[in-house]
């Protein structure tokens, strides 16, 4: 099983930007598409972005494209998603998760697509 660590959130102003990163353990990562959520207080979790095991197709929520942008570096067993102009609606527990099917083409945005949840990264943007 892909084991998922992130890092890279913390405290910001508004207007400010985050490179969360997630890092994976397992020769398989590669061939697995990856996705990022996120649960803010209160609220249930919800999609980010999303990326094809390949990098070739990519997918936002309405909320955060044109801002975030979610990336991956299979030779370091790491994806990324760049955060700019962050809003404090932003604020919330960030997760990546790995696709539960091994080379499946295209992206997802259902939570029960995925499995491999990471432990999650505190992010809080201020006014």
């Known amino acids: 099983q892909v084991q998922l660590v992130e890092s890279g959130g913390g405290l910001v102003q508004a207007g400010a930007s985050l490179r969360l990163s997630c890092a994976a353990s397992?020769?398989?990562?590669?061939?697995?598409?990856m996705g990022w959520f996120r649960q803010a207080p209160g609220k249930e979790r919800e999609f980010v972005a999303a990326i094809s095991w390949s990098g070739v197709s990519t997918y936002y929520s309405d909320s955060v494209k044109g801002r975030f942008t979610i990336s991956r570096d299979n030779a370091k067993n790491t994806v990324y998603l760049q955060m700019n102009s962050l809003k404090p609606e932003d604020t919330a527990v960030y997760y990546c998760?790995?696709?539960?099917?091994?080379?499946?083409?295209?992206?997802?945005?259902?939570?029960?697509?995925?499995?491999?949840w990471g432990q999650g990264t505190q992010v809080t943007v201020s006014s």
């Open positions: 397992g020769r398989t990562f590669s061939r697995y598409a």
């Open positions: 998760a790995a696709d539960r099917i091994f080379q499946r083409g295209g992206v997802r945005d259902r939570e029960e697509e995925y499995n491999a």
